[in-house]
């Protein structure tokens, strides 16, 4: 679950086994994707973007070009949240590429040491 603190964000996510998506988090909304064992990937967090009809556009932070649908990752500053689910599940919250939204993950149903991140 990935938790949206900002009405104006937009979370993508990306990489293999998973199509990538766009999800607008409303404030205090809270959103459930499932991903299947094996993949990995990020969510990140893109804030004041205004697209056209056409997908053509920008965002003030996280942005990746002018589409409103990712073919790379978010320019920092972007809060990410990242992703590998095996046998044993790694996943973490990062400020690696900067910060632009606060960010948090929160396991379901897991075994073990689940703690919430971020």
Same mark, same amino acid.
């Given at each position: ?7 104006? /964000?937009?979370?993508?996510y990306?990489? /293999? ?5 766009r999800?607008?988090a409303?404030p ?5 994707f ?6 990995? #990937?990020?969510i ?10 056409? #997908?053509?556009?920008?965002?003030e ?9 990712? /073919? ?6 972007? /809060?990410l949240?990242e992703?590998t ?11 690696v590429d ?18 919430v991140?971020?």
């Amino acid at each position: 679950m990935v938790d949206g603190q900002n009405g104006r /964000s937009q979370l993508e996510y990306s990489q /293999s086994k998973l199509q990538r998506r766009r999800i607008r988090a409303q404030p205090g909304q809270s959103i459930v994707f499932n991903a299947p064992v094996g993949w990995s #990937g990020r969510i990140w967090g893109r804030t004041g973007c205004n697209f056209d009809k056409t #997908g053509t556009g920008t965002c003030e932070t996280g942005s990746c070009g002018s589409t409103l649908k990712c /073919s790379a990752s978010g320019k920092p500053p972007a /809060s990410l949240a990242e992703f590998t689910l095996a046998a044993l599940d790694f996943y973490d919250v990062s400020l690696v590429d900067g910060f632009n939204l606060p960010m948090s993950v929160t396991p379901m149903n897991g075994k073990g040491n689940c703690s919430v991140a971020g």
